[in-house]
Structure formats: structure tokens, C-alpha cells
């Protein structure tokens, strides 16, 4: 299929303000893949046809990243982390989960995105040129919800206490073709933590490994999945705006990490890839992501 043309300047934007760096992705750079398996309890089956969300186990892979374009950056110059989860289903089909330690993103639209890149032309020692994020905010209001969490943001104290936040709304579809909205979260079950600045200054380059394998040293690292449900008003095409926190909240499974895969950075974590009983929803960001990783996964795979 033919691919955005966008999604291409989206991409070449992101390697002229972070640099190229060849067999990389072109985002959330440096990461660690481990397997494991994930147990639905079966509290989503009278929602969702999904195979993997009736009750019983399936096997995933698990990529925790950090967000930097560029690899050289050390962890804590990233704040934000990525988990990246991928349902492994008979025949070879997969379904996926992309998160991020936000509940919001800071673009509404591919071409805003797109602009916020030219606008904020550099980065300096991991942070946005000042001046460039002032104006950003002024031309794009719905923004300032996002880079006032980036602004607070405190790195998790280890991948195992991060909450990650697929951020976009997906719609659930159960056995008689009925549509509900839904959000997903994965809830560390060590409980959330996260860096003081003071710690972080600290930290080795690559701390977050050693820490995470120390921890499966000790047993599987877990995670509780989360979905929150959307009522009628909430909106599913807009990833700057959270759904009020009232909502219901049912968690559908647990993960259980156990080992680091060896040679799995090929794979590639397409937020677009669900299955029978799941839609993407309407939002734009969402489904441009499709061809961006799809672009990104071919340079890196060609040596690019
Ligand atoms: C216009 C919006 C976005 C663009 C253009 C974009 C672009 C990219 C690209 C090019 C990659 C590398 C893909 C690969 O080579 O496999 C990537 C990875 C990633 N992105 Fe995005 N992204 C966007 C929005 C988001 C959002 C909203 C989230 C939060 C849920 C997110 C979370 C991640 C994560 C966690 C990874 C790493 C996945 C992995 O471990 O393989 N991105 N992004």
C-alpha cells in the first residue's frame, strides 16, 4: 500500500533535529526486548472477541525503551520510557500494545506533529530549545496539557515501576458487533516510582538494564492490565485529552517478564496491529504511526 507521504517528512524530520543514526529506531532508540507471558482473567471476554483477552495465557515479547531518537543520550536524559508489548497468536499473528510513561500525547494531528518538529529545530543536552516550545504552545493550546507533563515529568526508578499509557483510544467489539470505547493501562504490580532529579544526575548511562535484569534474577517482573472505559462524551480521536478519572477501570490480565531475548530489535511494534474483536479508533496520530514505524522499520532494517 501506498504510504503517506507525511509519514516520510514526519521521519526525515525526526533525523534532522536528533541526528541519523544507522540501524536504529527512529524513536525510542536504545531499548531491551525480554519475553514473557500474559494471563487474561477473562474480565474483558463479554466486551471483546479478542483472542488473547479470553481467559488463558499467550505468550509476548516485551520492548522497554528510552524515547531518545538519538542512542547516545544517556537514560535519564529520556524521562519518558516506552513499553511496547506484543501478543504472539497462532499462525503467526500478532497483536500489540504501545505505551508510554503519559497519559497524553502532544500532538493532535500528524501535520501538527510534523510542524512541532520544525519548530523546535534542536536539542540541547536533551532538552527543547526554550523558545521554540513558548511558541508551540501559543500556536497550539491543546498542546500545553502534554509539555506540562513532559516539564514535571520524573523518570520511573526502574522499567518494573513505570505506568505506561497506550494514550490513544481503542473501540472493543464483542460476539454480537457491539462497540465500546476503551484505554489501555499497564500497572507496575512493584508499584509506581519514580527518580528524584538528585538520584537520576547520578545514574550510570545504562542503569535501567542492569536494574532490570538484577530484578528477573529474582523472579518474573509483572504487570496488571488495565482498561478504562469511555462513556459517550469522552473523546477517541484526540490524544492530547485524558478521559476524566472517574471513569471505570477493569483490569483484564496479568503479565509475568521473565528472560532477555537475545537478537529480537528487529521487530517492529506497530500501534495499528490488533486483531478480531479490536478497532483502531478515528484518531489521526494513531493511524499515522502505522506507515511512520513501517518507514522506520524499513531504513533500519536496510542498514539505514
Ligand atoms: C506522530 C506521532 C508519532 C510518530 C511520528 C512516532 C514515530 C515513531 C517511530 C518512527 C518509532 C520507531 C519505530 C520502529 O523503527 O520500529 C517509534 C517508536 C515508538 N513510539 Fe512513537 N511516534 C509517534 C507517537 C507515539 C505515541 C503517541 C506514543 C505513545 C503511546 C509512542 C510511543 C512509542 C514507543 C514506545 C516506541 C518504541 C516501540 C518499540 O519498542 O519498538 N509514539 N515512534
Redesign the pocket.
Known amino acids: 500500500m501506498e504510504k503517506e507521504p507525511l509519514a516520510e517528512t514526519?521521519?526525515n524530520q525526526?533525523e534532522k533535529v536528533f541526528g541519523k543514526y544507522p540501524g536504529y529506531?527512529?524513536?525510542?532508540a536504545r531499548?531491551e526486548i525480554y519475553e514473557g507471558v500474559f494471563s487474561a482473567n477473562g474480565a474483558a471476554a463479554p466486551l471483546t472477541t479478542a483472542p488473547h483477552f479470553q481467559q488463558g495465557e499467550v505468550k509476548v515479547l516485551v520492548?522497554f525503551?528510552h524515547s531518545s531518537p538519538d542512542p547516545t543520550w544517556t537514560d535519564v536524559m529520556s524521562p519518558v520510557k516506552?513499553?511496547?508489548v506484543q501478543f504472539q497468536l497462532p499462525e503467526g499473528a500478532v497483536a500489540n500494545i504501545?505505551?508510554?510513561n503519559s497519559p497524553i500525547?502532544m500532538?493532535k494531528t500528524?501535520e501538527v506533529?510534523t510542524e512541532m518538529l520544525s519548530i523546535v529545530k534542536s536539542f540541547k543536552k536533551g532538552k527543547p530549545r526554550v523558545a521554540g516550545l513558548a511558541e508551540l504552545v501559543v500556536k497550539y493550546p491543546e498542546s500545553r496539557a502534554a509539555i506540562d507533563v513532559l516539564k514535571k515529568m520524573h523518570a520511573p526508578a526502574s522499567f518494573a515501576t513505570g505506568r505506561y499509557?497506550?494514550?490513544?483510544a481503542f473501540y472493543f467489539i464483542d460476539k454480537d458487533g457491539n462497540k465500546r470505547p476503551i484505554k489501555y493501562e499497564w500497572e507496575p504490580e512493584a508499584g509506581v516510582d519514580t527518580l528524584s532529579l538528585t538520584k537520576a544526575a547520578v545514574m550510570p548511562i545504562e542503569y535501567y538494564k542492569a536494574d532490570f535484569e538484577d530484578r528477573l534474577m529474582q523472579g518474573p517482573v509483572h504487570f496488571y492490565l488495565n482498561i478504562v472505559l469511555g462513556e459517550q462524551q469522552d473523546p477517541t480521536d484526540d490524544?492530547t485529552q485524558e478521559w476524566p478519572v472517574e471513569r471505570e477501570k477493569i483490569t483484564i490480565g496479568r503479565l509475568s517478564i521473565m528472560k532477555k531475548v537475545g537478537n529480537a530489535e528487529m521487530?517492529?511494534?506497530d500501534?495499528t496491529a490488533v486483531t478480531e474483536g479490536i478497532a483502531c479508533s478515528e484518531d489521526r496520530?494513531l493511524n499515522?504511526?502505522h506507515d511512520?514505524?513501517s518507514?522506520?522499520?524499513n531504513r533500519?532494517t536496510n542498514g539505514e
Do not use: K, L, T
Open positions: 514526519a521521519v525526526i529506531r527512529r524513536a525510542h531499548g520492548r525503551s516506552g513499553m511496547a504501545v505505551g508510554v500525547f500532538a500528524p506533529f499509557h497506550a494514550i490513544h490524544p521487530v517492529v511494534f500501534p496520530i499515522f504511526r511512520a514505524y518507514i522506520s522499520h533500519r
